[in-house]
């Protein structure tokens, strides 16, 4: 199988899975696949919109620290990781098990990782009808958003605020739903090398978007800023609080039809 980090030969059916990210997690269950190991992070062991869907398994730790002796014990006929926040220990976790690494950079990709993944467990059908529903959901959103705006999803974390850049996964599904995805400034040095800025609230203020979809910690904080306050967006209204979990970490196909449904949603009058 080809990946992000080379090609690594898989025999058989894979039965126990060690799932290293969210995303990963969602495609699997997209394609009706349980992971048997799972990474995490924080609190948040397994998304709550996931939580339905994922059977037992067991906890391998944090995403960008993995227990490498809980994966080792956990005896795995695969494990799936992050290129990005697990590229330190692709040689540990090689030596354990056969690993691949697939991308989550837009929905398109993701998408292809759910081809490549139907492969490797008989799964063609599943991964047909994951994309022709996703793609029928974007179409549905797209018919939903009868008006040009401009749009920009981000997180309030103390002084800070995290904003999506233009070639992230959420800003490539508000993209092919008709909006205009505005941030356009350079990636910051993250943990795990997310497709995010950080910038402050004058900056934001610069962009001055129509739309803004936020979660993060300091929402209030950031909402009682006078600068804040004059935003477009905070003036008409049109600030969405979302979750974080499934705006910001998770980048399956399962989050990314939940995250169109709810912006078409809020953007139509029908969301809360």
Same mark, same amino acid.
């Not at 059916?13 to 799932?19: E, H, L, R, S, T």
């Not at 990963?24 to 609190?43: F, K, N």
């Not at 002084?159 to 993209?175: C, G, P, R, T």
């Given at each position: 199988?080809?990946?992000?980090?080379?090609e690594?030969p898989?025999q058989g059916?894979?039965? $126990?899975?060690?799932?290293l /990210?969210?995303?990963?997690?969602?495609?699997?269950?997209?394609?009706?696949?349980?992971?048997?190991?799972?990474?995490?992070?924080? /609190?948040?062991?397994?998304?709550?919109?996931?939580k339905?869907?994922?059977?037992? *398994?067991t906890?391998?730790?944090?995403?960008?620290?993995?227990?490498? #002796?809980?994966?080792?014990?956990?005896n795995p006929?695969?494990?799936?990781?992050?290129?990005?926040? !697990?590229?330190?220990?692709?040689?540990?976790?090689?030596?354990?098990?056969p690993?691949?690494?697939?991308?989550?950079?837009?929905?398109?990709?993701?998408?292809q990782?759910?081809?490549?993944?139907?492969?490797?467990?008989?799964?063609?059908?599943?991964?047909?009808q994951?994309?022709?529903?996703?793609?029928?959901?974007?179409?549905?959103? $797209?018919?939903?958003?009868?008006?040009?705006?401009?749009?920009?999803?981000?997180?309030a974390?103390? /002084?800070?605020?995290?904003?999506?850049?233009?070639?992230? *996964?959420?800003?490539?599904?508000?993209?092919?739903?008709?909006?205009n995805?505005? *941030?356009?400034?350079a $990636?910051?040095?993250?943990?795990?090398?997310?497709?995010?800025?950080q910038?402050?609230? #004058?900056?934001?203020?610069?962009?001055?978007?129509?739309?803004?979809?936020?979660?993060?910690?300091?929402?209030?904080k950031?909402? #009682? !800023?006078?600068?804040?306050?004059?935003?477009?967006?905070?003036?008409?209204?049109?600030?969405?609080e979302?979750?974080?979990?499934?705006?910001?970490?998770a980048?399956?196909?399962?989050?990314?039809?939940?995250?169109? #449904?709810?912006?078409?949603?809020?953007?139509?009058?029908?969301? $809360?």
């Open positions: 199988m080809k990946h992000v980090w080379g690594t898989i059916i894979p039965q $126990k899975v060690a799932a /990210d969210f995303y990963i997690v969602d495609s699997l269950v997209s394609l009706g696949v349980q992971p048997a190991g799972i990474a995490g992070t924080g /609190d948040t062991r397994v998304p709550a919109y996931l339905d869907q994922v059977g037992t *398994f906890d391998l730790g944090e995403r960008k620290e993995p227990n490498l #002796e809980v994966i080792r014990s956990l006929d695969l494990i799936i990781a992050s290129p990005d926040r !697990n590229k330190t220990i692709q040689g540990e976790l090689e030596n354990i098990a690993t691949i690494a697939l991308s989550d950079d837009s929905y398109q990709k993701i998408l990782n759910v081809d490549l993944l139907a492969d490797v467990f008989g799964k063609p059908d599943q991964a047909k994951v994309r022709a529903d996703l793609e029928a959901k974007i179409q549905q959103a $797209k018919e939903k958003v009868t008006s040009p705006m401009s749009v920009l999803v981000a997180g974390f103390e /002084d800070e605020v995290s904003v999506w850049l233009q070639n992230s *996964f959420v800003a490539s599904l508000m993209a092919d739903m008709g909006l995805y505005d *941030f356009d400034g $990636k910051a040095n993250t943990e795990g090398n997310a497709d995010i800025a910038i402050t609230v #004058e900056r934001l203020a610069d962009y001055n978007s129509d739309v803004l979809f936020l979660y993060g910690d300091s929402i209030s950031l909402k #009682e !800023n006078p600068l804040f306050r004059q935003l477009k967006a905070a003036k008409e209204g049109r600030v969405y979302v979750d974080r979990d499934l705006w910001s970490r980048r399956g196909p399962i989050a990314a039809g939940l995250i169109v #449904e709810q912006a078409a949603a809020l953007l139509s009058g029908q969301g $809360k």
